[in-house]
């Protein structure tokens, strides 16, 4: 099956730098990589996604990469905030039937 | 759009008795749900796929006939915790598909005493 890793397991920045977190992949069929923002006691929320036929994409301070060749894709976020502290999940699928979740990046924003 | 809820949203319970979850997406139909268990600080463990008329696939090492799932219309799928222990304590999130996406219920936090 698919094996999603997710690097850093922590992070910390100022506020007012980037953060990236960086996923990889196993499985060369997954086409559909979602990023999910969860904070503490919530629901995981949806962010931003990429399909597999789209290299970049980008909503306002945040913005997800796609290497298909090197089976990896990234979370980038702009002009940290406070309120971006949180846990963030990569995922693949490759049908939309079946997710695969990263382990998790436990982002703070320092003020 | 794309709203999931998930019932009861806390619940205690004792050693050896059962707790049933509910999840319901409530403005779209939904052929397939997931069910994930999170511990504190860690990432979403698939237990798993709960199809609409038929048996739930379940992850390995998830015990089927301990966490029993049915998917009885295209809106629900309930989670069955049979003879609830300690250990099965946890956060439990369900979660619907729709299109390509994914959306996740609020959780529910299971407390066996």
């Known amino acids: 099956g698919e094996n999603v890793e997710q690097h850093p397991s922590t992070l910390s920045v100022q506020e007012g730098d980037s953060a990236v977190i960086k996923c990889t992949y196993s499985d060369s069929a997954s086409n559909y990589f979602p990023w999910y923002k969860q904070e503490l006691g919530k629901r995981p929320q949806l962010i931003i996604d990429i399909r597999s036929n789209v290299g970049e994409k980008k909503d306002q301070r945040i913005a997800v990469t796609l290497n298909k060749t090197a089976k990896h894709f990234s979370l980038h976020i702009t002009e940290t905030q406070p309120e971006d502290s949180a846990v963030y999940f990569c995922a693949a699928s490759m049908t939309g039937n079946q997710f695969y979740f990263g382990t998790g990046t436990s982002l703070t924003v320092i003020p | 759009g794309a709203v999931v809820s998930q019932h009861p949203s806390w619940v205690i319970c004792k050693s050896g008795t059962s707790v049933k979850i509910e999840c319901r997406s409530l403005?779209?139909?939904?052929?397939?749900m997931f069910w994930y268990r999170q511990f504190p600080k860690q990432s979403l463990m698939l237990m798993a796929t709960s199809n609409e008329g038929s048996k739930a696939t379940y992850e390995q090492g998830v015990e089927k006939d301990k966490f029993l799932i049915n998917h009885a219309s295209l809106t629900l799928s309930t989670l069955t915790v049979t003879s609830a222990h300690p250990e099965d304590s946890s956060f439990y999130i369900c979660s619907a598909s729709r299109d390509l996406g994914q959306y996740f219920g609020p959780g529910t936090r299971l407390t066996v005493t």
């Open positions: 403005d779209f139909q939904a052929t397939t």
